[in-house]
């Protein structure tokens, strides 16, 4: 009789922006450790818990590739890429589930303290047995967890440290000068200092009463929203590829747009841009109710406890 029992399979998902040698530790020890016919190395399009990124997702799946296509059992696999949005774990999981049977998720111990408002995160307590990637001198709070495993890794696990102090020790050389290029062409302006760029790359290309709603206070999704009319629909969609191009030069990561001649969304991740055309402005108010959640904001946060 033949054996179609499924393939027993590690995942380990994240950003890796960039991957470093922390994240290729992890991967050797886990194929190591692990009883597994294979470990999948999942790329997200975009972290559930993040914004933005440093490097675009073709850029993060290409530098996995290289990293940990040479380690024997090790696939990178580039199904959350693919989905071109924030892809939640559980998804995924079941996704794989479909082919293998995903028996260990692979996180950093930084991770414990969120872990619990992942999406679905009991299913995947009762489905997975977590493997923990941590330091010795590393506390670890898991109460909550069913089942879990340790992998000591001696080695720094922070890509945010890498990115904000731009020590590249870390990088394997295979990536070294691709990462080098992104970090030196970074622009590090405020938030403030992008939206006056936004707005003077909009006004130069002739759009009109272009508001910008400060949302650091209210429960949305964004930080800033900036909202302009254009002429027409021609002007519409000239408006945003002038922007898209004007930026993306800048360094500035487009998580997601759309565009049509009569209304265009562009999520910067802490800034959304719409240009539409005025009758759609008129229409759908939508200052109206960016003011709204802005003034209900100051209600909450002026109400006695």
């Known amino acids: 009789m033949v054996n179609h ?20 530790l992890i991967v050797e020890k886990a194929v190591e450790k692990l009883q ?10 975009l972290n559930p818990f993040k914004t933005s990124s440093l490097a ?14 040479p380690i024997e059992r090790v696939k990178v696999d580039d199904y ?5 949005k924030s892809t939640v774990t559980s998804q995924s999981v079941k996704h794989f589930n479909q082919k293998y049977d995903v028996k260990y998720l692979i996180i950093g111990s930084d991770n414990l303290s969120t872990l619990t408002k992942w999406h679905a995160f009991e299913w995947l307590n009762e489905t997975v047995t977590w493997v923990i990637a941590t330091r010795d001198d590393h506390h670890l709070d898991t109460d909550a967890l069913n089942s879990w495993e340790l992998l000591p890794i001696e080695a720094p696990m922070s890509s945010t440290q890498i990115r904000e102090e731009k020590d590249l020790q870390f990088i394997d ?20 200092e992008r ?10 290309k002739k759009a009109e009463e272009i508001e910008v709603f400060n949302l650091d206070d209210a429960d949305y999704i964004a930080k800033r929203v900036v909202i302009a009319n254009s002429l027409n629909g021609k002007h519409t969609l000239a408006l945003f590829d002038h922007l898209k191009k004007e930026l993306k030069e800048q360094g500035e990561t487009f998580i997601a747009s759309d565009a049509t001649d009569e209304w265009t969304v562009a999520d910067l991740g802490d800034i959304l841009i719409h240009i539409m055309i005025p009758e759609y402005r008129q229409r759908y108010s939508l200052e ?15 109400d006695p406890a």
């Open 195 to 204: 939206i006056a760029n936004i707005v003077k790359i909009l006004d130069d």
């Open 173 to 192: 050389e295979k990536i070294r000068e691709s990462v080098k290029h992104i970090l030196e062409g970074q622009h590090h302006m405020t938030i403030d």
């Open 80 to 84: 959350e890429i693919k989905e071109g």
């Open 36 to 45: 597994i016919d294979q470990l999948l190395v999942v790329p997200a399009y």
């Open 288 to 302: 109206t109710f960016l003011n709204e959640l802005v003034e209900n904001q100051k209600k909450k946060d002026s």
């Open 56 to 69: 675009d997702a073709a850029t993060r799946l290409a530098w996995c590739h290289m990293l940990f296509d």
């Open 5 to 24: 029992q499924k393939p027993t399979i590690a995942i380990f998902g994240g950003s890796f922006d960039p991957p470093h040698k922390g994240h290729q």
